[in-house]
């Protein structure tokens, strides 16, 4: 039995070590920042992500504070405001008619059962200040400004519900820094369709973060992806040196 533990560990170590190798030797394309051609997309930088009196705090907690992602974002939502560089919002929220879904993934399930991003409707702000799907209130004197685009939510992880492409194709961006939540989920989600919708994407790895569950580490799952299939991946000291022209 100890033989075979031993064969098995050194298996699973082999395997480790060959993908570290092979994420290493991955090329690294690289994205430049444009004046009027870049923008930064910011997902969920709402309360049931990132306070500690959100929903979902229990599990992305950890991994929040660990990659100082709220600091991070609003380090993100600075250098963009203060170099011009427009500032779109894809949000998340479910309204009452939502909760009538049939078809439901294992997060979203926990999501709805949570109440997680809930509004009382699409047409009202009523209990909406201050909820869980509102935004983090240091983030609001960015986003209220008057000139951040916050696009129509997404209802799942992606934009593919929203108008997130359209609203970035009308003002003829095409290069985007990205960063928000969830990193395995919303965040890694705009970041694939982006890139099918033929868009260059730096994700910024310490302007997001994810849950720890029993099933794994999501944080760390999505920083594979990010550097398989993104054309940058940034921290935020390099997107602010970036955005800077530096």
């Not at 599990?59 to 250098?79: C, D, H, P, Q, Y």
């Not at 405001?81 to 879904?101: A, E, L, M, Q, R």
């Not at 997060?107 to 109440?115: C, D, W």
Request: proline share 4%; hydrophobic share 45%; glycine share 8%.
């Amino acid at each position: 039995m100890k033989k075979y533990t031993l064969t098995i560990t050194i298996l699973i170590l082999t395997m480790i070590v060959g993908t570290s190798l092979v994420i290493a030797a991955l090329p690294n394309p690289g994205m430049t920042v444009v004046a009027g051609k870049t923008a930064l997309v910011i997902t969920d930088p709402q309360n049931d992500f990132l306070s500690p009196q959100g929903a979902t705090w229990g599990v992305v907690g950890k991994s929040v504070t660990e990659n100082n992602t709220v600091e991070n974002i609003e380090r993100l939502f600075k250098a963009a405001k203060g170099s011009g560089i427009p500032v779109f919002i894809s949000p998340h929220y479910y309204y009452p008619t939502d909760h009538g879904w049939k078809i439901e993934g294992a997060l979203e399930v926990l999501m709805h059962k949570i109440g997680m991003f809930d509004r009382k409707d699409a047409l009202s702000l009523e209990g909406f200040k201050d909820s869980g799907a509102d935004w983090l209130a240091r983030y609001k004197p960015y986003i209220e400004d008057g000139a951040t685009i916050v696009t129509s939510p997404h209802k799942v992880y992606g934009p593919e519900t929203n108008d997130l492409v359209l609203q970035l194709r009308k003002r003829k961006i095409d290069k985007v820094i990205l960063a928000g939540m969830s990193a395995n989920l919303c965040t890694e989600s705009h970041l694939r369709e982006l890139l099918e919708q033929g868009f260059e994407v730096a994700v910024v790895k310490d302007a997001t973060a994810a849950a720890i569950v029993p099933e794994g580490n999501g944080y760390t799952a999505a920083l594979v992806n990010f550097r398989f299939i993104a054309n940058a991946v940034w921290t935020t000291d390099e997107s602010i040196a970036a955005i800077n022209g530096k």
